[in-house]
């Protein structure tokens, strides 16, 4: 019909949309898991949803999968083994093998049709799954990272929002059970959601990561589709300091920099007040 405009809207709680206009549904299904759509977006190009959440987009998905593959992945001096936990589009999984000294990078993803989708409709996010390092495992992450001990350099958690299959993903057993995966210098990191509006559960992964790893740090970065559009990370690690990096050894980056890895640790006030014990 002529002048008719679509919107999609996600509702991100109670009281806050975030809405934008698309020319077209490409794709829809319910999967064993969860309800997948891929739409195309006016400002943003194609994006992922999944139960209704964006997930990722075209044109902004690098600044969330480069913050969260390069800021653990640096903290390590020579990361070989990496486990990804989610991230079934491949978008951290082809961060990760921007590092040459990764040797195996495992992607622990419990709905395999998120990876066929993003395959067929993501090819640019999707590209590293065709790398011989890289391992898919259509399981459940959390299993797989208790039938593991001792395996990896870096365990990455690329989770949907905390709710459904993703809740255990927040849970400090989760936490022991990636700090028992992690060999004796490992680095974990995490999404963990929007300092506005995901603050109680900031809170408390941060101090559940902090009551496992010596050492628990923040750190944010702008993805302008998700809620809000600041976004942290939790850091937890067993040696190395994330905040003791000077220079990027991946260069191939549109937001990652070594300056920009210092500066997503300092943190407004109001965000350290949440991480007061
Ligand atoms: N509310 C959005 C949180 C999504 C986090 N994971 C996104 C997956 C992208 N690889």
Redesign the pocket.
């Known amino acids: 019909m002529a002048g008719m405009e679509l919107w999609f809207t996600e509702l991100q709680n109670e009281n806050l949309t975030i809405g934008l206009r698309i020319r077209h549904t490409i794709h829809s299904e319910k999967t064993e898991y969860q309800h997948l759509d891929v739409v195309e977006t006016v400002q943003y190009g194609r994006m992922l949803v999944l139960d209704g ?4 987009t075209d044109k902004d998905e690098f600044v ?2 480069e913050m969260l593959a390069h800021v653990p992945m640096h903290t390590h001096p020579e990361p070989k083994r990496v486990l990804v936990v989610g ?1 079934g ?1 491949g ?2 999984i082809r961060e990760v093998i921007k590092h040459p000294s990764v040797e195996k990078a495992v992607l622990a993803e419990i709905d395999g049709r998120v990876v066929e989708v993003s395959k067929q409709y993501f090819p640019q996010i999707a590209s590293g799954f065709s790398d011989p390092r890289v391992e898919v495992q259509i399981t459940d992450g959390i299993k797989y990272v208790e039938e593991h001990p001792n395996e990896f350099d870096v365990i990455l958690v ?4 905390p709710v459904g299959p993703a809740v255990g993903l927040f849970s400090k057993p989760f936490y022991e059970a990636v700090h028992r995966a992690l060999k004796e210098d490992g680095v974990f990191a995490a ?1 963990t959601e929007s300092p506005f509006i995901n603050q109680d559960l900031i809170r408390g992964v941060y101090q559940s990561v902090r009551s496992v790893f010596p050492q628990t740090h923040l750190y944010l970065a702008y993805v302008p589709t ?2 809000t559009g600041m976004w942290s990370f939790t850091l937890g690690t067993k040696r190395h300091d994330p905040l003791a990096v000077t220079t990027a050894r991946v260069r191939d980056t549109k937001y990652y920099s070594a300056e920009v890895h210092r500066a997503a640790f300092v943190l407004p006030p109001f965000v350290q007040e949440l991480l007061r014990p």
Not at 53 to 56: G, L, Q
């Open positions: 959440c964006i997930m990722t969330y999968h991230g589009d978008g951290v690329d989770s949907t929002d999404q998700y809620p």
